[in-house]
């Protein structure tokens, strides 16, 4: 129910991204702390798998704390191709806004958000062990359910 702060990332040219940059659409953050562990990899490339079976106002967004160079490398060779792979290396803005760096190892914890179009947040999952996937089925419902709102408004 709170207001999704903003934050800066950079893409895999390195080029800012910020969260304000979507504002009017529905965004899932899919938070992963790296794509090259194996619950990251499988979370990121299963995130990718589900753009084509959400509305057109969904954007998907991953984050790690991985550099722009490695997530590149990654979203080719995993053909991970539907949505950005967006890194908080660079300044780790988004982990110290979201309150999701992990400051003994410079990564972020495993979790997903969907913010609705008047960027508040409306789904909220923080996976309590890195090893643990999270819930994929509950986080589409919600993304599913807030576009099914918000057309019904």
């Not at 949505?83 to 190892?105: E, R, T």
């Not at 410079?106 to 819930?135: H, M």
Request: glycine share 6%; net charge neutral; aromatic share 8%.
């Amino acid at each position: 129910g709170n207001t999704a702060p903003d934050f800066k990332v950079v893409n895999q040219r390195f080029k800012p991204v910020q969260l304000s940059q979507y504002s009017g659409k529905t965004i899932l953050l899919n938070i992963v702390p790296s794509i090259d562990t194996g619950v990251g990899s499988l979370q990121t490339k299963r995130i990718d798998s589900e753009v084509t079976n959400l509305p057109n106002n969904v954007v998907i967004l991953t984050i790690s704390t991985d550099t722009p160079f490695a997530q590149q490398r990654f979203a080719h060779d995993e053909n991970v191709t539907q949505h950005p792979l967006l890194s908080d290396a660079v300044w780790q803005n988004f982990g110290a806004n979201y309150g999701l760096l992990i400051k003994d190892m410079g990564t972020l914890t495993r979790a997903l958000f969907v913010i609705n179009p008047q960027g508040i947040v409306t789904y909220k999952e923080v996976v309590p062990t890195l090893s643990q996937a999270p819930d994929y089925e509950g986080v589409l419902a919600a993304v599913r359910a807030l576009n099914t709102q918000e057309k019904s408004q």
